[in-house]
C-alpha cells in the first residue's frame, strides 16, 4: 500500500477519530487495540475517502505521540520568550532554536506552526508520557514528591535508633497511634493492637513514620497529578490572564472548562500571556473573528 500523504484536514479527521476510540475504551494502554485501529480504519473510509491500513494508522499514532512530547517539553522552555498567537507558537531567535532543536529532538518543525489538533492528542497522549523531571517511582528510593513536584528525603537512621533503644534498657513503650491524613481529606482506618501487647519502639516505629509520610505524600501527588481544580480556581487563573468578563475569552472559557480535559490543558500553560492566547485561539476556531 502506498504511503499516506497526510495533510491538514485528513491529520484532523484522523486525531478526532484517534479520540473517540479513546473515549470508548480502546486504548487499553499506549496504543489502540484491534477493535480501534478497525474503527479507524473504516472512519477515515466513510468521512473523507482515505483508505489506510492497520500498520499505517498504527506509526501515524506513534509519530503524533513523538510529536505531542517535544511539543510539551519545549512549552517547558518557554518562560521568557516571545509568542506569536497567529502561528501558535514562540519566537526566539536563531541560537535558541538551535540550542533547543538539539536538547529536544523533533521540535524544530514547531518553529514555523505550534502543534494542531492540540485538544485531541491531549486526550489520547496526555496520560501516558512523562515530560520534565516530575515523575516519581519506587526507584527513587526515599525521596518522595511533595504536592508541587519537588521531592524530600525520609531520613531513616537505624543504627541511631538501635543505640537509643540500647540505651534505654531494650524497655518498650507505649506508642501514640499515627492517624495520617490522606490527600481525600480522610483518615484511613487504624491498626487495631491484640490486648497485651505493645507497640514496637526504635527502629520498627521510625520505618512505620517514614512509610506513612512516603504514602500520605505520594498520595497527595497523585491527587495534584489529576488535576482537581474547581471551576472557581479555574476561572480566577481566566480572570488574572487578562480575560475580563465582559470579553470573548471569558465567555468561551465559561463554556471549555465544564469539561475536565480542557481544564487540564488551560492549567498547565506556563504564564498568563499564553492562557489568554489560547483562549483567543479557542474561542476563534470555534465562533470565527
Same mark, same amino acid.
Given at each position: 500500500?502506498?504511503?499516506?500523504?497526510?495533510?491538514?484536514?485528513?491529520?484532523?479527521?484522523?486525531?478526532?477519530?484517534?479520540?473517540?476510540?479513546?473515549?470508548?475504551?480502546?486504548?487499553?494502554? /499506549? &496504543?489502540? =487495540?484491534?477493535?480501534?485501529?478497525?474503527?479507524?480504519?473504516?472512519?477515515?473510509?466513510?468521512?473523507?475517502?482515505?483508505?489506510?491500513?492497520?500498520?499505517?494508522?498504527? =506509526?501515524?499514532?506513534?509519530? !503524533?505521540?513523538?510529536?505531542?512530547?517535544?511539543?510539551?517539553?519545549?512549552? !517547558?522552555?518557554?518562560?521568557?520568550?516571545?509568542?506569536?498567537?497567529?502561528?501558535?507558537?514562540?519566537?526566539?531567535?536563531?541560537?535558541?532554536? %538551535?540550542?533547543?532543536?538539539?536538547?529536544?529532538?523533533?521540535?524544530?518543525?514547531?518553529?514555523?506552526?505550534?502543534?494542531?489538533?492540540?485538544?485531541?492528542?491531549?486526550?489520547?497522549?496526555?496520560?501516558? +508520557?512523562?515530560? *520534565?523531571?516530575?515523575?516519581?517511582?519506587?526507584?527513587?528510593? =526515599? $525521596?518522595?514528591?511533595?504536592?508541587?513536584?519537588?521531592?524530600?528525603?525520609?531520613?531513616?537512621?537505624?543504627?541511631?535508633?538501635?543505640d537509643d533503644a540500647?540505651?534505654?534498657?531494650?524497655?518498650?513503650?507505649?506508642?501514640?497511634?499515627?492517624?495520617?491524613?490522606?490527600?481525600? *481529606?480522610?483518615?484511613?482506618?487504624?491498626?487495631? !493492637?491484640d490486648k497485651g501487647? %505493645?507497640?514496637?519502639? *526504635? /527502629?520498627? #516505629?521510625? +520505618?512505620?513514620?517514614?512509610? /506513612?509520610?512516603?504514602?500520605?505524600?505520594?498520595?497527595?501527588?497523585?491527587?495534584?497529578?489529576?488535576?482537581?481544580?474547581? +471551576?472557581?480556581?479555574?476561572?480566577? &487563573?481566566?480572570? $488574572?490572564?487578562?480575560?475580563?468578563?465582559?470579553?470573548?475569552?471569558?465567555?468561551?472559557?465559561?463554556? !471549555?472548562?465544564?469539561?475536565?480535559? #480542557?481544564?487540564?490543558?488551560?492549567m498547565t500553560l506556563?504564564?498568563?500571556?499564553?492562557?489568554?492566547?489560547?483562549?483567543?485561539?479557542?474561542?476563534?476556531?470555534?465562533? *470565527?473573528?
Amino acid at each position: 500500500m502506498p504511503d499516506i500523504d497526510w495533510n491538514s484536514e485528513s491529520l484532523r479527521i484522523l486525531c478526532q477519530l484517534f479520540a473517540e476510540q479513546v473515549d470508548r475504551g480502546n486504548r487499553p494502554n /499506549t &496504543h489502540l =487495540n484491534s477493535v480501534g485501529y478497525a474503527e479507524v480504519e473504516k472512519g477515515l473510509k466513510d468521512r473523507i475517502g482515505l483508505v489506510a491500513s492497520k500498520p499505517q494508522i498504527k =506509526n501515524k499514532w506513534d509519530k !503524533l505521540k513523538e510529536e505531542f512530547k517535544a511539543w510539551k517539553k519545549l512549552m !517547558l522552555r518557554q518562560t521568557g520568550t516571545g509568542w506569536c498567537p497567529i502561528k501558535g507558537t514562540i519566537v526566539m531567535d536563531d541560537e535558541w532554536w %538551535k540550542k533547543v532543536r538539539k536538547d529536544i529532538p523533533g521540535c524544530g518543525k514547531f518553529r514555523k506552526l505550534g502543534l494542531q489538533n492540540e485538544e485531541e492528542l491531549q486526550k489520547c497522549f496526555g496520560n501516558i +508520557i512523562s515530560v *520534565g523531571n516530575d515523575h516519581w517511582s519506587p526507584h527513587m528510593g =526515599n $525521596a518522595v514528591p511533595s504536592v508541587g513536584g519537588a521531592t524530600h528525603e525520609v531520613d531513616i537512621d537505624l543504627t541511631q535508633q538501635e543505640d537509643d533503644a540500647a540505651s534505654e534498657g531494650g524497655d518498650t513503650h507505649e506508642v501514640e497511634q499515627i492517624s495520617p491524613v490522606n490527600a481525600n *481529606g480522610k483518615t484511613p482506618p487504624r491498626p487495631i !493492637l491484640d490486648k497485651g501487647k %505493645k507497640a514496637k519502639t *526504635g /527502629t520498627a #516505629q521510625t +520505618i512505620q513514620e517514614a512509610v /506513612t509520610s512516603m504514602a500520605t505524600s505520594a498520595n497527595s501527588y497523585a491527587s495534584n497529578k489529576e488535576g482537581k481544580y474547581s +471551576i472557581d480556581e479555574v476561572m480566577e &487563573h481566566v480572570i $488574572a490572564c487578562g480575560a475580563t468578563y465582559e470579553t470573548n475569552e471569558y465567555f468561551i472559557a465559561s463554556e !471549555l472548562f465544564v469539561k475536565k480535559e #480542557q481544564t487540564k490543558m488551560f492549567m498547565t500553560l506556563p504564564n498568563n500571556e499564553i492562557r489568554f492566547s489560547w483562549l483567543t485561539r479557542k474561542y476563534v476556531a470555534k465562533y *470565527g473573528n
